[in-house]
Structures are given as structure tokens and as C-alpha cells.
RNA sequence: GGCGGCAUAGCCAAGCGGUAAGGCACGGGUCUGCAAAACCCUUAUCCCCGGUUCGAUUCCGGGUGUCGCCUCCA
């Protein structure tokens, strides 16, 4: 049994083979922070956040490095429309970035480094390329000689002829070639601008990823993910440029994630489909929406609308129930049950086997459901041992926790002892046969957002929807 | 024009050579004082046409449909 994940270098599953035994060094193209995140930039957020949580379950150290590209066109227009710097839009919307994906459940990386705070290794790193006569400087701008790199298209197996005749490329005369690309821009007037030897200026988009990966992971790395869409150009230009230097490979594996659609359709401006997890959180429990993304292999696209969310709403919740309901079950108990290991491991393994198969969440959560139809049909019975009811608690929190799920509620799930009287007469009408009295309580402590159930070992109560 | 993905029940989604996991929804039943939660049962021959094979949803060829990359993009 090993670890296979697909790499779109070679197009197959290959098995995993860390460079340093136990150690991942994985590197996730981050966002451009002019604006909120929309749920596009949330997929690969989650999606290689779960990755990082399965490796580390599996028993690797993780090295998780995810850039914030912090200066660009983009952030220089809404700059210039909100009459704010660039560095203030840009730590606006970080701290945004921090808001929704930790709502998502998404962990911090071990660095999350920023392009500018990162300047002094990309201009040694443009410098050095153009030394090696792979770059060239052109009118304040600096761009990397595309034909130069032998092995230019391997990750988007495409021939550079391809590329050129089929590609919309604007003519521009400062380049030797119309597939160079920019490793340095020339600052315009009044733009945000760092020194450099080929005059004041910003960096281009792709340099920014090969000096952070050396930086912080080296020349050579395990991982190297994002959306599918950047493969072509943003991680061939990568390539490019980190292997032109360093004459080795840049990354082992290349992940990426298929994107989210609306409607079957690209999730685009233009379109007007754009939909923001910071807008999207207020409708739906941020667990429903990790959940959801997690349903689908990552590979394939997802489509995304309110109707499928309420579908997840609903499955998501039978987990939650499960959880909470064992819980229930087991409160009465004595709190140091010990497992029943053998029980725990039935599940383990099959999810294990979907998660070694190139990360089929899909699979995984279906073990899930295993654990609470099993679960259940324990629980339906008085004589189910606390050993085998705590190995499903145990199991299902465990592997729910490696998918970076949250089953428990938040913990705002104290009575007062208004609402606990009110359980407590409507027992003891109960207990006399007097169901009209307990029906008006249940019905009115229904009223006030307070579902009641009643199961052989007592009362259970839980908060409604909303 | 170049490169790629996808097409499985009402919906979502796994499987990828031996006659179809899981979830949501629907219907029937059980449990319950009634509910709720839960459990049980019921629901598909896998886009079409060829081929390979004892056997194909799964491999090969050809279609059709659909989404995407090739331009900033997760």
C-alpha cells in the first residue's frame, strides 16, 4: 500500500517518493490580494490544506509554503481607484485571505511569504539569469529568452511552434520573441517601485514563485500545486526560469486542482458569476462548503449552486448528527472508555486506500457514511458496548479530522436553566402520561430554536437550523 | 488550429476488465404516546457505433455532446 498521486508532468499516478524520507516540501501558488477571495481560490486552499493534513496523518514532517502576491497590475489599479497604497489594499485583503480560510478550516502555512517582502531574492534571481544569458533587458523591462529553455512546454506538453502559432500574443517590440515573458517591469510614473539594476521597477508575476520556492524549500521540491489553469503559463514560466538556473528539477510532482463552475460555465468577471466565500459564509456553514469541495475529486471540475450546497447541507448534517448523538450516548459514560481498536481499524484502512489513491476525498468521505450507518445501528441498541460506541466516536472524529471536517458545533451549546427547567417539566408530564402538556412544551421550545428527542437514555436536545 | 478533461440512477458522485460505492431527494415499512433521530426495503446495465476479449461501464478506434487551457486568472 503506498501513496500514488497524479502528476501532470508525466500525466499518470506516480507513487510518492519524498526526497528527504518522512519530509513533504510542498508549495501552493497563492492569491493575488486586490480583492476577497472568491470559492476558485478557495478549492486549491482546501483541497491542498487536506493534502497537507493526510500526509501529516500518514506520519511526514510538511514544509507548506503559499505566496500572497502582493504587487501586480491588479492591486495597482485598485489602488489607484480607492486613491490607497498598495501595500494598505494588500493588507486588507490578507487579513481577509485569513478570515475565510480559516473559516474553512484551512491551517496556516508554515510560511506564507509576500512578493515584496521577498524583493532582494528576485532581483538576485533576474540578475543571475540574465548572467547566464537566458534573460535580457530591454527598455527597463527584463524578460526571460523562452527559446533558450530546451525543454520549454514540458509540463503543458506543448510544443513552443504550438504555442506560438495558435497564441493570441501581442506584438510587443521591446521582446527578442513574442513568447518571452517578463521577469522585471519598468514602473510608470507614480507606480509603486523597488530598485533594481535595470532601473525602478516591480516584478514580474512568475519570478516571484521560483524565488520564494529556493528561498524556502531549495532548488529541488516534492510538491508544487495549484489551479489547473496555471500550469500553462504561470508554472511553465516557473519551470523555465528555476531550471535554467539550477539546472535540476524544479518540483517532482505537479498538482492541480480542476476548477469551479457556475452553471457549468467558468466562474469569470466578465460573466458576473463571481461568487465570494466571504459573501458565500453568511449563507452556508463554512464546514457545508469544505465539505462540498471535498466531495469531488480534485481533479475534476465542480459545479457549483445553492441547490447542490442545500444537497451538502443535508449530508453534512447526518455526519454532524452521528457525531453529536454518540456523544450524547457516551456523555453518560465514564470519560477514559477506551476504544475498541479492531472496530476503529476497519475503517481506517479503507480510507487510507482512498486517500493513497491520489487523494479521492470522494472515497474517503464515503467511509464516513460507513462509520455512521455502523455507528447508528449501534446506537440503536441498549446493549452496545461503551467500548464500541467510543471506537466510533473515535474513528469518525479522527479521519473527519484529517479531512479538516468539524462534526461538533460550536460551543455555544449551553441551556439555561430556563430552557432546562422547561425539559425537565415536560419530563415528569411525560412520566404521568399528560402528552398534551409535553407536546405545548416541546412545541414551544421548538418555537425558540430548541429541538427535542426523546431515546432510552433521555432527553436529547440540539439548536435548530438558523 | 494545438493540448486536455468530462459524459454513470431524479440530482450529486465513486468505480475503470468479471454484470454498478456513498450522499441528497422520492416511495413503502419498522421503532416512538406522538414526534425527531435512526434502521430496513425499493430505485441504473454506465452517451452512440464498431473492435479486442470467454467477458467491457472499465481497453482500442470512430462519432456526438459538454467544459477548459493556449491572454490576467484558482
Request: hydrophobic letters at 35%; one cysteine or more; aromatic letters at 10%.
Amino acid at each position: 500500500m503506498s501513496l500514488k498521486v497524479y502528476n501532470t508532468l508525466t500525466r499518470k499516478k506516480e507513487p510518492f517518493k519524498p526526497i528527504e524520507d518522512h519530509k513533504v516540501r510542498m508549495y501552493v501558488c497563492g492569491p493575488t490580494v486586490y480583492n476577497y477571495i472568491h470559492i476558485g481560490n478557495a478549492r486549491p486552499a482546501v483541497v491542498f490544506d487536506t493534502v497537507r493534513r493526510y500526509f501529516e496523518y500518514r506520519g511526514y514532517i510538511v514544509n507548506y509554503v503559499s505566496n500572497f502576491t502582493d504587487v501586480d497590475d491588479r492591486l495597482i489599479n485598485a489602488s489607484k481607484e480607492r486613491h490607497i497604497s498598495v501595500p494598505e489594499i494588500a493588507d486588507q485583503f490578507i487579513k481577509a485571505y485569513k478570515e475565510d480560510t480559516s473559516a474553512l478550516n484551512v491551517r496556516t502555512a508554515t510560511v506564507h511569504p509576500r512578493a515584496t517582502e521577498t524583493m532582494p531574492e528576485i532581483i538576485r534571481f533576474i540578475s543571475k539569469l540574465v548572467d547566464a544569458g537566458y534573460a535580457y533587458e530591454s527598455g527597463g523591462d527584463v524578460y526571460f529568452r523562452t527559446r533558450k529553455f530546451q525543454e520549454y512546454g514540458k509540463l503543458s506538453h506543448q510544443s513552443i511552434d504550438d504555442l506560438k502559432s495558435g497564441a493570441r500574443i501581442e506584438i510587443d517590440e521591446s521582446k527578442e520573441d513574442p513568447l518571452d515573458f517578463a521577469l522585471w517591469k519598468a514602473a510608470k510614473p507614480g507606480e509603486i517601485k523597488w530598485e533594481s539594476p535595470w532601473g525602478d521597477g516591480r516584478p514580474g508575476w512568475h519570478i516571484e514563485c521560483s524565488a520564494m520556492v529556493e528561498k524556502y524549500l531549495g532548488d529541488t521540491i516534492d510538491i508544487h500545486a495549484g489551479g489547473t489553469d496555471l500550469t500553462f503559463p504561470h508554472h511553465e514560466n516557473e519551470i523555465a526560469q528555476s531550471e535554467a538556473l539550477h539546472h535540476q528539477t524544479m518540483a517532482n510532482y505537479w498538482l492541480h486542482n480542476g476548477h469551479i463552475q457556475i452553471n457549468h460555465e467558468k466562474m469569470s468577471k466578465s460573466i458576473g458569476n463571481v461568487i465570494l466565500v466571504h459573501d458565500l459564509i453568511k449563507k452556508f456553514d463554512p464546514q457545508v462548503v469544505r465539505f462540498f469541495i471535498l466531495s469531488v475529486q480534485y481533479r475534476h471540475p465542480i459545479n457549483f449552486s445553492d441547490t447542490l450546497l442545500n444537497d451538502a447541507v443535508q449530508a453534512f448534517g447526518r455526519l454532524k448528527t452521528a457525531n453529536y448523538n454518540l456523544n450524547h450516548r457516551l456523555k453518560q459514560a465514564d470519560l477514559s472508555i477506551e476504544a475498541n481498536e479492531k472496530i476503529a481499524e476497519n475503517y481506517r484502512k479503507p480510507f487510507i486506500e482512498a486517500m493513497d489513491d491520489d487523494f479521492n476525498t470522494a472515497n474517503a468521505i464515503a467511509v464516513l457514511f460507513d462509520i455512521v450507518r455502523d455507528a447508528n445501528i449501534a446506537l440503536q441498541s441498549e446493549t452496545t458496548s461503551e467500548h464500541d460506541l467510543a471506537a466510533y466516536l473515535q474513528v469518525l472524529s479522527e479521519l473527519s479530522g484529517v479531512l479538516g471536517l468539524k462534526l461538533e458545533e460550536a460551543s455555544d451549546s449551553i441551556l439555561d436553566s430556563e430552557v432546562e427547567a422547561l425539559i425537565n417539566k415536560r419530563e415528569e408530564a411525560r412520566k404521568n402520561r399528560n402528552f398534551a402538556v409535553a407536546d405545548s412544551i416541546r412545541d414551544q421550545l421548538k418555537e425558540a430554536g430548541i429541538i427535542l428527542e426523546d431515546t432510552p437514555q433521555g432527553v436529547r436536545w440540539k439548536r435548530g437550523q438558523e
